[in-house]
């Protein structure tokens, strides 16, 4: 129900689009697109090239690649035991440079520092991380770290997107919407999977919603960053060889379902191990620095033994997609290897070393299906390849618990190029999503938008949208330009206000004017002109308080002037505080509203307060506005019709009905004040 509501609001927010907001999410979108693919090659192209230099030249290991990206064969390591030497030294270069550049968001995964700047800091990410999460990601990557590259991507793309709002002088909500752009640009170019790495940025913000604000921009950007990176490389998708996978036979379905569950039970285990080893290295009394080289070296042990378990492993999944590449593998290395990837994991990103959580859980739930083929093959209508099982494991195990099954479905199926498992692979994905529960490997996730104080002002105070602006306004100094700086200091200083509204002969609004600001500049008794900044928005008189407190927000002003509804003349301002009080004394009051009459007209249920003067009067005499009329009087749990005779009492529940720019003062009469 809660998803037809929300695809209900979602088609109705798409019809008020304008043409003007089609422009901007065009042209911002191809900005981040273009500036989030050439990211993307230069991170990769990083990559191998710390890669060529660390691991292979220093242990002689080439990691197993997939075949989009090259070779599935892998060679060595011929000195195993450098590796831990190796990977501690990606992770000694990795906490150097974000300790250096003091960046310290820059450690970890990524995309969950992305998500944690989309709900707590506006969407701001300061620049220097771009080029800091690339070289330290790029460290531990190239020395072997047992990472993945969407984490660094979704975080270098997020900031790209917020440095391309911050420079247009875009407001908080454009740059929200830039950063959850930018970071599904980032993912969708890197993993050759447009859509889904749109959807994915979209989906990974909550744990039971989606940005759908966000969701044109992002397929924009996201399909402007796929073409950079694919003109530059290829367009072919990462995983090879996968044409061939259907699902045919229902039978199978059974079995897929029990792998869902078997992937939500690693994916918790996957969720505590990240946060357990996590605390662990913030409890050490070491440098911050130190810490990634210590973790990694530990992995790098780890890979000393089973060297699948370091790496990005895509290479691995490749091989496990087919009937020989599995049964290379020996079966103790299919039970271990799911569980070492996940230790290896925890260690190389839980001590702060900078990479992604992707890839690995995409790996160990394809590694889980392989196990699962290779222990039930024989069974009576069991899947005859490994290959979807493999591809239901990936889908299955990173989408519970990112809490993002429908991105999962739709990014693996562009990576393999295989859309026909969508059926069974959501059987899984949803019994592993409900098994995982409100667990997430991203702490940052809100539980949806009521949550986020990103939309919290949308959905906490829906008396706020029956009442405007008008009601809450308070008086404003209003200053002629052409009165001078004398004459506009005098207005302040006489006035409640340090600041007011500067309008010109014909009543216009040029902009604001300080006291502070004047009396900084006292000796300097020149132009009034040189003291007044523009005031970007306003509202009118009929604008609903829902909508002052988003026009607030998103300008991020502490307040706005209020003009008459036709906009010609200024009837004062409203601020978060004026705002807030009146919503207080309607609240105090039961105010509820009822659906609106009309454009014009408004009903609503309040109730009499102990101080108002209407306490013991005959309706007839309450002088309540023009226009204002009682519907009906609830009184003891009975509904009274109203007539002229009918004496008002403390506690009565009144049905109103009349103009809507009557209503404060009613609420006003009701309450006292």
């Not at 009394?285 to 060297?307: D, E, H, Q, Y």
């Not at 309706?619 to 004496?647: C, F, K, Q, Y």
Request: charged share 15%; proline share 5%.
């Amino acid at each position: 129900m809660r998803l037809l509501t929300d695809l209900q609001i979602s088609v109705g927010n798409f019809r008020k689009i304008t043409r003007q907001q089609v422009v901007r999410s065009l042209w911002l979108g191809v900005i981040i697109g273009l500036l989030a693919g050439i990211a993307a090659v230069l991170f990769f192209e990083a990559i191998k090239l710390a890669s060529e230099y660390l691991l292979t030249g220093l242990s002689g290991y080439i990691p197993p690649e997939p075949l989009g990206e090259g070779d599935p064969n892998s060679s060595g390591p011929t000195r195993r035991w450098v590796l831990p030497l190796i990977l501690g030294l990606g992770g000694l270069m990795s906490g150097l440079i974000i300790y250096i550049f003091r960046t310290p968001e820059a450690a970890g995964a990524g995309a969950g520092a992305v998500i944690d700047d989309f709900h707590n800091r506006g969407g701001r990410v300061r620049w220097r991380v771009i080029p800091v999460k690339l070289l330290a990601s790029a460290a531990t990557l190239g020395g072997g770290g047992a990472a993945g590259r969407e984490g660094p991507m979704a975080q270098i793309g997020g900031g790209i997107g917020s440095l391309i709002a911050d420079r247009f002088h875009l407001g908080v909500e454009e740059r929200r919407r830039a950063l959850v752009a930018g970071m599904g640009a980032g993912i969708g170019a890197i993993f050759r999977a447009p859509l889904g790495g749109a959807m994915m940025a979209a989906e990974s913000i909550y744990k039971h919603d989606f940005e759908a604000d966000a969701v044109l921009l992002g397929l924009i950007s996201s399909i402007v960053a796929f073409s950079v990176y694919g003109v530059w490389y290829d367009f072919e998708p990462i995983f090879g060889g996968t044409a061939g996978f259907s699902f045919s036979r229902p039978q199978e379905l059974g079995y897929y379902a029990a792998l869902g569950l078997a992937c939500g039970l690693v994916g918790l285990l996957y969720i505590r191990g990240l946060d357990w080893v996590q605390k662990i290295f913030n409890r050490l009394s070491v440098p911050r620095w130190f810490k990634p080289m210590l973790g990694c070296a530990i992995a790098g042990l780890i890979g000393a033994a089973i060297p699948e378990a370091i790496g990005v492993g895509y290479g691995t999944i490749q091989n496990a997609l087919v009937i020989d590449g599995v049964l290379r593998f020996s079966l103790w290395f299919l039970i271990l290897i799911p569980f070492a990837r996940i230790l290896t994991t925890a260690l190389t990103v839980g001590s702060g070393a900078s990479g992604g959580i992707f890839a690995s859980g995409m790996v160990s739930g394809g590694l889980l299906g392989a196990l699962a083929w290779r222990l039930f093959n024989g069974l009576p209508g069991f899947p005859s390849e490994p290959g979807p099982l493999v591809i239901i494991g990936m889908i299955s195990l990173f989408g519970s618990v990112a809490h993002a099954p429908l991105a999962m479905l739709l990014m693996v199926g562009e990576m393999t190029g295989n859309l026909s498992l969508l059926a069974p692979a959501m059987v899984a994905v949803a019994l592993a999503t409900l098994l995982v529960g409100n667990a997430s490997v991203y702490p940052a996730q809100e539980m949806n938008r009521e949550e986020s104080t990103a939309h919290r002002h949308r959905f906490a105070v829906p008396l706020l949208g029956a009442l405007f602006a008008q009601d809450a306004a308070y008086k404003i100094p209003i200053i002629e330009v052409t009165g001078g700086i004398k004459n506009a200091r005098e207005t302040l200083e006489a006035s409640e206000k340090k600041y007011g509204v500067v309008v010109n002969s014909a009543g216009e609004i040029v902009g604001e004017i300080t006291l502070t600001e004047l009396d900084s500049q006292k000796e300097k008794m020149d132009e009034i002109d040189n003291y007044i900044k523009s005031i970007p928005v306003n509202v009118r008189a009929d604008t609903p308080l829902d909508k002052v407190l988003e026009t607030l927000s998103s300008s991020e002003r502490l307040w706005v002037p209020v003009l008459t509804e036709n906009g010609d003349d200024i009837i004062g301002a409203i601020d978060g505080a004026a705002l807030v009080a009146f919503y207080q004394e309607a609240a105090d009051q039961h105010v509820r509203p009822f659906a609106p009459l009309s454009d014009t007209e408004n009903t609503f249920e309040a109730e009499i307060g102990f101080l108002s003067t209407l306490e013991g009067r005959k309706l007839a005499e309450a002088n309540l506005p023009a226009g204002i009329r009682i519907l009906t009087i609830e009184r003891g749990g009975h509904v009274l019709v109203a007539s002229g005779e009918t004496i008002l009492r403390v506690g009565d529940r009144l049905t109103i009905s009349g103009p809507r720019s009557q209503s404060g003062m009613v609420i006003d009469l009701l309450s006292g004040k």
